[in-house]
């Protein structure tokens, strides 16, 4: 997969190249190209925002600015090739969710535009839009200074997904919400740590009694702290000991 992330603050994406992103990107599973917005600027102040139209707070990017940033990124997408998604996380997004990680995961190339001040002028999006896919994406009911901390966080829920990047692929497929729920609380050595014991359940062996114990435990917690995923469970996904729980 090919990533290119446009930013102003290009040190801000440093974080990509750490660790399991960074071995796949040794491994050939991932490419990432970081660009400097201010590349596109022409001016001597490399100005990329102005004064929104219609008054009020704050500033607005520039529209010429990344259009000619988008038009380079992306570049002649060759006939009969499929255009780049482009990403744009923004407050006003719809929100990122696991399923959505799992979609961009078949994409053959992302690439995110990330926003500051009050945001990019709408006709970026427009323009975009016309030839490309765009996914305006928020990951969260808050406001961050810009769009840089979202692509971290959605370029590693992407990434994981992509075979060969987790050593253990198991663990992406049990991820929390692959069944719809909420991941239950996991444990390891010691058996008693302060005073406190593993369930004993999770220790005797019986798999069938571990896997209904943790369902269990999975199902009280989306109950307690998500009840909006457990009203959104398809009525076939609980079964009879579900119910009774
Ligand atoms: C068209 O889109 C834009 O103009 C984006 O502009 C902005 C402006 C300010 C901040 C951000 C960063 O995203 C978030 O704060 C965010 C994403 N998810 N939850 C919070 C982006």
Do not use: K
Not at 26 to 40: F, N, P
Not at 168 to 185: M, R, Y
Not at 217 to 244: G, H, M, N, V
Request: hydrophobic share 45%; aromatic share 6%.
């Amino acid at each position: 997969m090919r990533i290119d992330v446009v930013t102003i603050f290009p040190g801000y994406l440093a974080p990509l190249r750490e660790a399991l992103l960074g071995r796949a990107i040794d491994a050939g599973l991932i490419s990432v190209a970081v660009h400097d917005l201010r590349t596109w600027t022409h001016d001597v102040h490399q100005a990329v925002d102005d004064a929104p139209y219609g008054g009020g707070p704050g500033m607005v990017m520039r529209p010429q600015v990344w259009g000619e940033a988008l038009d380079a990124v992306v570049g002649d997408v060759p006939s009969g090739e499929a255009p780049p998604r482009l990403i744009v996380p923004t407050p006003a997004g719809r929100p990122f969710t696991q399923a959505m990680a799992h979609e961009y995961a078949a994409e053959s190339r992302l690439v995110f535009a990330c926003g500051r001040y009050e945001g990019i002028d709408q006709r970026v999006i427009d323009d975009a839009a016309t030839w490309m896919p765009v996914d305006e994406v928020s990951i969260g009911d808050y406001v961050l200074v810009g769009g840089e901390v979202a692509v971290l966080a959605i370029v590693e829920a992407v990434a994981r997904l992509l075979p060969g990047v987790l050593g253990n692929p198991a663990s992406a497929e049990q991820d929390s919400f692959s069944d719809g729920l909420l991941e239950g609380p996991a444990y390891t050595r010691p058996e008693t740590w302060r005073g406190r014991a593993v369930p004993d359940v999770l220790r005797s062996g019986n798999h069938g009694a571990i896997a209904r114990w943790r369902r269990d435990r999975a199902l009280e917690r989306t109950a307690a702290r998500r009840p909006d995923l457990l009203a959104a469970l398809p009525p076939t996904a609980l079964d009879r000991a579900d119910r009774a729980l």
